[in-house]
């Protein structure tokens, strides 16, 4: 059986703990990290479960024991009421030969890739509920500073960056090699027209209805399927995820042939 991963990016809330991005708090920017983690993970042999957003740390840690996770791992970043603040922390429920294994292939990987090589920080901090209840051993990683300037502008909102470092750290920790693709293994699914798809266009006629023979523009970039019904082999696109279904906010027709 492969060794489970489990992932347990903030959840700290909606606009909780904003970053210095523009409208940008701590769990936006963290979740997409975790996801590419778990993406190089999952290509790398391991389960991985992503805790949902939804799920209180109470949830994720029963869901962490019930599975049997072989490591948790919470990401978070961290905040500082000096701006000049940065570093990479990772916390442990002790200091031991066990939990200098796991920061020891880790950290490694993170500092890297982190702006101007500072050395990681290694942290005993039992008192964390996330530290101490999961049955699993528990990284606790603080993925540089949201208060910091170098870290916001070249750190943390680097997920594909940041996120395959971690994997190849946790890979680095269970002795596998990082896998980037799984593309030998996976057959591709068969492509999905529901309502609020992405589709990428490129130069696609766009038309005023589902009959007329001529295209009123072209359109390039990603839509999305408004309501994901074909009508005469015409499918209805709108320009934003946000306007899928919604009345009058229909860009035009495609041929479905095209997406
Ligand atoms: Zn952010
Ligand atoms: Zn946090």
Request: proline share 5%; charged share 20%; with cysteine.
């Amino acid at each position: 059986m492969a060794n489970l991963i489990y992932l347990s990016p903030s959840n700290h809330g909606k606009n909780s703990n904003k970053c210095l991005k523009e409208n940008c708090y701590e769990d936006k920017h963290t979740r997409p990290i975790a996801e590419v983690c778990a993406r190089y993970l999952k290509a790398s042999g391991f389960d991985v479960i992503v805790a949902k957003e939804s799920q209180n740390m109470a949830a994720r840690c029963s869901e962490s024991d019930a599975r049997g996770a072989a490591l948790h791992v919470p990401i978070h970043t961290n905040a500082s009421s000096s701006p000049s603040a940065r570093y990479l922390l990772f916390m442990f429920y002790k200091d031991s030969d066990v939990y200098r294994k796991i920061y020891n292939a880790v950290a490694p990987r993170l500092e890297a890739i982190y702006p101007g090589n500072l050395k990681a920080q290694f942290w005993k901090r039992a008192t964390l509920y996330e530290i101490n209840r999961p049955k699993a051993k528990t990284i606790y990683c603080e993925l540089g500073f949201h208060t910091n300037k170098t870290d916001t502008d070249k750190f943390i909102h680097d997920p594909e960056m940041v996120g395959k470092a971690l994997a190849q750290g946790i890979c680095d920790y269970f002795g596998v090699p990082l896998k980037t693709s799984t593309a030998e293994t996976t057959i591709p699914a068969a492509p999905s027209y529901s309502k609020g798809t992405a589709v990428k266009l490129k130069n696609t006629p766009l038309y005023a209805n589902s009959t007329t023979k001529t295209a009123a523009a072209r359109v390039t970039g990603t839509y999305y399927l408004w309501d994901g019904k074909v009508v005469s082999s015409r499918m209805r696109i709108t320009n934003s995820k946000a306007r899928v279904g919604l009345k009058g906010q229909v860009t035009g027709w495609i041929n479905k042939a095209d997406i």
